[in-house]
C-alpha cells in the first residue's frame, strides 16, 4: 500500500519516516525542486532535519497530480492558508480515496476549517475526509518517542485507518467530532503565542497556567460556531496539543511569543524562528470571528493587537487584568 504526503516541512517529513514502515512506498510532494532533488538522491530533507537519514522508501516530487495518483491514501500537510492555491493545481479534482489533513488553522475570509476546504476543493465523499491532530513535537516523532494523536471523522472508515498509521510508538486514537478535533488544533497556536509572551515577560507560571485555562474557554466557544463537541476539547486535539505547544521548548508559536515578550518586533522574532508559525494566520481568522459572531475572547483578542495594532505585551497585561470582574463559566 502507499502513501503521499502533500507538504515537506517538519512535520510532513517527520510523518513520512514514520509511516514508512507501515506502507511500502512513500511519496513526498514538495514545491521546492532543490528539496525534492536531495531526497530522491541523498535520502535526506537539507532545510529540515538534514542530519536524519530518510528510509528509501520515501521519495519525493513537485508533481502534484503525480503525489495524489501514487498514494493509495493522501495526508496534506502545508500551510492552511495555502490549501487552496496547491491543490487548486489538481488536473482531476474527483478522489475516491481517504484524504487527511494534518494542518492546523482556519482559513482567513471563509473561515474555513482545513477539512472544510477539502471538501469544497475536491469532489470526494464526506466518509473519505479526515483531520489528524494532537500533542505531537516532529522532532520527538522523529525521534520514535512516545506520542498519541486522534484522527476525526467517519468511525468506520476511521477504524481501518487507525490501523495503517499505528506504530509502535505512534498511538492513534479515533473521534467522530472531526470539527472539533480541527479547533483544538488551530487555536491552540494562538495560545500558545499568548502563553510565550508572557513567559517572555517573565510573569511566571501562575500567569501561564491561566492564560492557558482561560484559553481553553476561549477554545471552546470557537468550538461551539462550528457545532463540535465540548468533550473533544478536553482531549488529545484540544487539552493535550494546547498544553505541550503552550508549554514546550520545540513549540514555534510559543518561541515566536517568547522572542516578542522579550522585546523583538514580529519581523525579528519570525527570522529567529526560521519556520511557518501557523498561528500568525489563525489569530486573523479569529479577529474575524470574534467580530462577525460578537464573541468575547480576550487573550486571542490581545495576541492580535501586540501582534499587528502595535500594543506593547506589558500593556497588553494591563488590559486583561483590568478586564470587568465576572463568574468564571
Known amino acids: 500500500m502507499n502513501l503521499s504526503i502533500i507538504g515537506s516541512g517538519s512535520w510532513g517529513t517527520a510523518l513520512a519516516k514514520l509511516f514508512s514502515v507501515n506502507f511500502d512506498s512513500i511519496l513526498l510532494w514538495t514545491k521546492n525542486q532543490s528539496i525534492a532533488n536531495a531526497i530522491n538522491k541523498n535520502h535526506t530533507n537539507p532545510k529540515y532535519f538534514p542530519h536524519i537519514l530518510l528510509p528509501e522508501n520515501i521519495k519525493a516530487t513537485t508533481d502534484i497530480d503525480e503525489a495524489f495518483l501514487h498514494g493509495d491514501m493522501i495526508i496534506v500537510v502545508i500551510p492552511t492558508q495555502a490549501i487552496r492555491e496547491v491543490l487548486g493545481n489538481l488536473t482531476d479534482q474527483k478522489v475516491e480515496k481517504p ?5 492546523k488553522g482556519i482559513e482567513i475570509g471563509t473561515l474555513k476549517l482545513t477539512t472544510q476546504i477539502l471538501s469544497e476543493i475536491l469532489s470526494i465523499k ?10 505531537s ?11 498519541a494523536v486522534v484522527l476525526g471523522g467517519d468511525i468506520c472508515k476511521g477504524r481501518e485507518i487507525q490501523k495503517l498509521l499505528s506504530t509502535q510508538n505512534f498511538r492513534v486514537y479515533t473521534n467522530s467530532d472531526r470539527e472539533g478535533v480541527e479547533i483544538g488544533g488551530a487555536v491552540k497556536n494562538v495560545i ?3 502563553t510565550g509572551i508572557s513567559d517572555g515577560i517573565g510573569l511566571g507560571n ?33 487539552l493535550g496539543d494546547l498544553v505541550l505547544t503552550a508549554t514546550g521548548d520545540l513549540s514555534r508559536n510559543r518561541k515566536l511569543g517568547l522572542l516578542i515578550g522579550k522585546g523583538l518586533s514580529l519581523k525579528q522574532a519570525l527570522k529567529e524562528v526560521g519556520q511557518v508559525v ?12 470574534q467580530q462577525k459572531y460578537n464573541l468575547e475572547l480576550p487573550i486571542s483578542s490581545t495576541v492580535y493587537k501586540v501582534l499587528y495594532q502595535g500594543l506593547k505585551p506589558i500593556e497588553a497585561v494591563k488590559i486583561l487584568m ?5 463568574e468564571e463559566f
Open 126 to 135: 464526506d466518509e473519505n475526509i479526515f483531520a489528524l491532530s494532537g500533542p
Open 206 to 238: 501562575n500567569a501561564r497556567a491561566s492564560i492557558i485555562t482561560r484559553g481553553l474557554n476561549e477554545m471552546r466557544k470557537i468550538a461551539h460556531l462550528y457545532s463540535a463537541k465540548p468533550e473533544t476539547l478536553y482531549g488529545l486535539s484540544g
Open 137 to 147: 513535537f516532529a522532532r520527538e516523532v522523529l525521534e520514535g518517542l512516545p506520542t
Open 192 to 194: 500558545a503565542i499568548a
Open 322 to 326: 483590568k478586564r470587568e470582574l465576572k
Open 278 to 289: 501557523e498561528g500568525l494566520e489563525t489569530v486573523k481568522a479569529i479577529n474575524q470571528l
Open 99 to 103: 484524504v487527511i489533513s494534518a494542518s
